[in-house]
């Protein structure tokens, strides 16, 4: 049974800092994995996919990277404002199952 | 491109009643996932309908059901309500069976008392 672990639960970091959040699965045949974003009392929003086949990618201010066969991956976000504050999420999708199993979350405060 | 939209926002139902939620997936996409959400397990996958079938299903009670209409909307029906089942209910949209990036809709929030 595929399990997703983030580490932290939960940071807090100055404006302007440069930061890496932890996502560790157990059952490496995946078939991708997604970084989320999801605020308060709201739905989740798609902040980067990695296919299993890939070893990052990157959008604006955020690379994510895979490391499948140790089953790692991390989250960076370059120069931290108050806007990313939010629960940072990472899912994988089964290779054989497709059913996407989430992590716990990140919570992120980026503080002014 | 219009986002996926779930209705409604907010329910409150008392215990062994029954719900039912909506999802209207993103304009072409065919598969729609569903989670539940609460703060002790995260987030739970619920199943996964394609073509008007189900193609998938989480570790959920057979209370849960769902279907899916011929224009990919969803809906998902929760019969005898359990205080356990309080819950932000997520929908979620991908172009192809399962393997598409999913966007998720806002959420219905369930309350049951």
């Known amino acids: 049974k595929q399990e997703v672990t983030q580490i932290p639960a939960a940071l807090s970091v100055p404006e302007g800092e440069n930061l890496v959040l932890n996502c560790s699965f157990t059952d490496s045949a995946i078939y991708n994995l997604q970084w989320f974003r999801q605020d308060p009392g709201k739905g989740l929003t798609s902040l980067l996919l990695i296919q299993s086949s890939q070893r990052e990618q990157t959008s604006g201010r955020l690379n994510a990277s895979l490391d499948k066969s140790s089953g790692r991956s991390t989250l960076y976000i370059a120069a931290s404002q108050p806007g990313d504050s939010a629960t940072y999420l990472c899912a994988v999708l089964g290779g054989s199952n497709y059913k996407l199993t989430f992590g716990k979350g990140t919570l992120l405060t980026v503080n002014p | 491109k219009a986002g996926v939209t779930q209705t409604p926002r907010y329910l409150i139902k008392t215990r062994g009643q029954q719900v039912t939620l909506s999802c209207s997936p993103i304009?072409?996409?065919?598969?729609v996932s569903w989670y539940q959400q609460t703060p002790g397990q995260g987030l739970q996958f619920l199943f996964e309908?394609?073509?008007?079938?189900?193609?998938n299903k989480g570790n959920f009670p057979g209370r849960f059901s769902g279907r899916q209409f011929s224009n990919s909307r969803s809906e998902m029906n929760v019969s005898t309500l359990e205080l356990g089942d309080s819950a932000l209910y997520l929908c979620?949209?991908?172009?192809?069976?399962?393997?598409?990036?999913?966007?998720f809709g806002p959420g219905t929030r369930l309350t049951v008392l």
């Open positions: 309908y394609f073509s008007e079938t189900q193609r």
């Open positions: 979620a949209s991908s172009l192809r069976q399962g393997r598409d990036e999913q966007f």
């Open positions: 304009s072409g996409h065919r598969s």
